[in-house]
């Protein structure tokens, strides 16, 4: 069984603060998905990292997958309260593979 | 973009009685589609993987007569929870999977709004 171990679990920072979260694995990933999900609500894609060593960028969100694609990092710069969520990653393990594993969230508040 | 729908989004029932979730995959066809469940402040555990007219497989662990996977067209999947009882009330979602979509979007699944399961 593949796992994702995501840190921290939880984060609380005031508004203009940086993070990183991040999402870890022995195994091999074919690729690796980001998630935000709101309370009552399923989650929604941020981003898809396929290549190692890959960097994305969304806004103020900055998404890299390792070299070895075991893991990834999301990092938010100048975080406001609208980023407040659950950020989710996800690996796909290998080709022809659609499953996906996900790590357990990290629950971020980021407060006026 | 894709979009999921799922029906109802909550529901409360007795123990004993049985529950149907709906997911859709509304502007598109899905020959594949998958069933999570969420525990509150836990991640997506998935339950069990749902192709289009065959049988759904299954998550060790996950009772396959107690949580039944009906697929029987490319854009409607059901789960329907027999016997539910309190430890059943979860946050149930469903993805679906696009086959036609390229590039890194291959294995991308869009994912419903989940449906609130009350057991009382």
């Known amino acids: 069984t593949q796992l994702l171990e995501q840190s921290p679990q939880f984060l609380s920072i005031q508004e203009g603060e940086n993070l990183t979260v991040y999402c870890n694995s022995s195994?091999?990933?074919?690729?690796l998905q980001w998630y935000r999900q709101e309370p009552g609500e399923g989650p929604v894609l941020l981003v898809t990292?396929?290549?190692?060593?890959e960097v994305k960028k969304l806004k103020r969100l900055t998404f890299q997958f390792g070299d070895a694609r075991k893991d990834s990092s999301l990092h938010i710069t100048a975080a406001q309260p609208g980023d407040t969520g659950l950020y989710l990653c996800?690996?796909?393990?290998?080709?022809?593979?659609?499953?996906?594993?996900f790590g357990k969230g990290t629950k971020l508040s980021v407060i006026p | 973009g894709a979009v999921v729908s799922q029906h109802p989004s909550r529901v409360i029932c007795k123990s004993g009685t049985s529950v149907k979730i709906e997911c859709r995959s509304l502007?598109?066809?899905?020959?594949?589609m998958f069933w999570y469940r969420q525990f509150p402040k836990q991640s997506l555990m998935l339950m069990a993987t749902?192709?289009?007219?065959?049988?759904?497989?299954?998550e060790q662990g996950v009772e396959k007569d107690k949580f039944l996977i009906n697929h029987a067209s490319l854009t409607l999947s059901t789960l329907t929870v027999t016997s539910a009882h309190p430890e059943d009330s979860s946050f149930y979602i469903c993805?679906?999977?696009?086959?036609?979509?390229?590039?890194?979007?291959?294995?991308?699944?869009?994912f419903g709004p989940g449906t609130r399961l009350t057991v009382l």
């Open positions: 993805s679906a999977r696009d086959p036609l979509a390229g590039g890194s979007s291959y294995n991308e699944q869009f």
């Open positions: 195994s091999v990933f074919s690729s």
């Open positions: 990292v396929v290549t190692g060593g």
């Open positions: 996800a690996g796909v393990s290998g080709a022809g593979s659609y499953q996906l594993t």
């Open positions: 502007d598109f066809q899905a020959t594949t």
């Open positions: 749902s192709n289009e007219g065959s049988k759904a497989t299954y």
